[in-house]
């Protein structure tokens, strides 16, 4: 079965500092897509930056950049110059086979004046 | 452009009773998810339809579970009878064929007492 862990389940950081997000997943196929989506407490689940699989660089998305490992199956978020408005349930997630996505347990982020 | 809309925001049953959740997707989608996400946890996905036909309901618990996308727009996912198990918000989802970008709607928070 596809697996997405995210192993840190609430993290904070000072305004204007930089955080990374953890997350690993397990598939069985080659070609797959990844993303990272924000859930704030009004519960619209936002795309915050996605990577496919096949793409060597590292997507980056203003503040947001992913550091994607393909052989260890890892797909961390960094969030520079965090802003107040960061705050939110940060959830990983990808798509092999067909179009339906599979979603870690998500991470919430604090980000504190 | 309009987002993805759902009605209900919120709504509250007691056990045993039936409820249904309403979504109009991203005019010109032709592909629609239904996600439960239950407290605590990522999105797990219920179904998914291109234009009026299911694509994938493997998780869909059709004894008390239905949905249906009539004429490939609207959709609508019932519950009858409700179960306790069955307190958590319901996304719908929606993206263009063939593409693996889903744009959320807002979500409906049940809680089945």
């Not at chain 1, 915050?48 to 994607?68: G, L, P």
């Not at chain 2, 946890?41 to 996308?69: M, T, Y």
Request: aromatic content about 12%.
């Amino acid at each position: 079965a596809q697996t997405v862990t995210q192993s840190q389940p609430e993290m904070s950081v000072q305004e204007a500092e930089t955080v990374t997000l953890s997350c690993t997943y397990d598939t069985s196929e080659n070609n797959y897509y990844l993303f990272w989506y924000k859930q704030p407490p009004s519960r619209q689940m936002i795309l915050v930056i996605r990577q496919e699989a096949y793409k060597q660089q590292n997507a980056t998305e203003n503040r947001f950049s992913v550091n994607f490992q393909k052989a260890a199956k890892s797909f961390s978020l960094k969030i520079s110059d965090s802003q107040l408005g960061d705050t939110a349930m940060y959830f990983c997630a990808f798509i092999d086979s067909g179009y339906a996505l599979n979603f870690g347990k998500g991470t919430s982020l604090l980000v504190t004046p | 452009e309009a987002g993805v809309a759902q009605s209900p925001r919120y709504k509250i049953i007691e056990k045993r009773q039936s409820v249904a959740f309403w979504c109009n997707p991203i005019s010109g989608h032709a592909t629609l998810y239904w996600y439960q996400q239950i407290l605590g946890q990522g999105p797990k996905l219920l179904i998914q339809f291109q234009n009026n036909g299911v694509v994938d309901d493997s998780q869909l618990p059709k004894d008390r579970f239905s949905a249906e996308r009539l004429k490939g727009v609207d959709s609508t996912l019932k519950i009858q009878p409700a179960k306790l198990e069955d307190s958590a918000v319901y996304l719908c989802a929606s993206s263009f064929l063939g593409v693996r970008k889903q744009y959320f709607g807002p979500g409906t928070r049940l809680t089945v007492t």
